[in-house]
């Protein structure tokens, strides 16, 4: 067998599934126990692209290709739909989807309108069941991440801020609101905070998760920073005083400056 080939690990996956002689553990899973798998290897992804490692990059891409023949596979398995439907199907949508690229030369010479993803997508959902505005958005999805989408198709049909400025305001009364909140309602209150705070994003076109990424990588950055500086001084960070590693963290934060 090739192993450049896609066909190979067709081949494997179907070996790992066959009753009797493949993979104990591969033969227990099903859509539901893998999904978890699938969304981690796509945060892989994206942590491989965030620090610049073609190498990494390379091999999480692997790990998420195999997402999709796993998937594939056992949709096969039970008569719903194979891997060749899968490569089918998206091929004819990005060829559909893309007619100044696809099309015929008058689409190929007509300038992309605007707003022409979203009026293409209104029309492939034309033949299927009415949906509600939010419709469509999965709810797998970082929490973050879902309310700037939830957010940007309101503001679509006209329910959106007319101002950053009112954003900040809402942000300045949800913390209010945290603040003054029993401890019952809390996690509800804080829920609401970290929306409104997406919705600043959205107004800022800043990606949250990406933000929060950096954030904590930062935090990590600093905190070794302490540590390292600890070990000079023969002490662990349990060992440190708040003030003191309070002290350092600033010291970090002026190198990194």
């Known amino acids: ?97 893309h007619p100044h690229v696809f099309g015929s030369a008058e689409d190929r010479a007509a300038p992309l309108a605007k707003g022409f993803w979203e009026e293409m997508k209104a029309r492939e959902r034309q033949d299927k069941p009415r949906e509600g505005v939010l419709a469509g958005i999965p709810a797998a999805l970082p929490g973050l991440t879902r309310a700037v989408k939830l957010q940007a198709k309101a503001a679509k049909v006209g329910f959106d801020w007319p101002s950053i400025e009112n954003v900040y305001d809402k942000i300045a009364e949800e913390v209010q609101e945290f603040r003054e909140a029993p401890a019952g309602k809390k996690a509800e209150e804080f829920g609401d905070l970290l929306f409104a705070m997406a919705n600043v994003a959205r107004h800022l076109g800043i990606d949250p998760e990406a933000a929060l990424r950096s954030a904590n990588a930062k935090f990590e950055r600093r905190f070794a920073h302490i540590e390292a500086r600890l070990k000079e001084m023969g002490k662990e960070p349990k060992q440190s005083t708040l003030d003191e590693m309070d002290g350092l963290w600033n010291e970090a934060k002026k190198l990194g400056k």
């Open 1 to 97: 067998m090739d192993p450049r080939k896609i066909e190979t690990l067709r081949a494997i996956m179907k070996a790992l599934r066959t009753p009797v002689t493949g993979c104990p553990w591969d033969l227990q899973q099903n859509f539901a126990t893998i999904a978890p798998y699938t969304i981690e290897e796509a945060y892989e992804v994206a942590d491989a692209i965030e620090r610049g490692s073609r190498a990494d990059l390379c091999e999480e891409l692997g790990d998420l290709l195999l997402q999709a023949v796993y998937h594939a596979q056992m949709a096969d398995e039970e008569g719903s739909f194979s891997f060749d439907d899968v490569i089918a199907a998206v091929n004819a949508k990005m060829i559909r989807r």
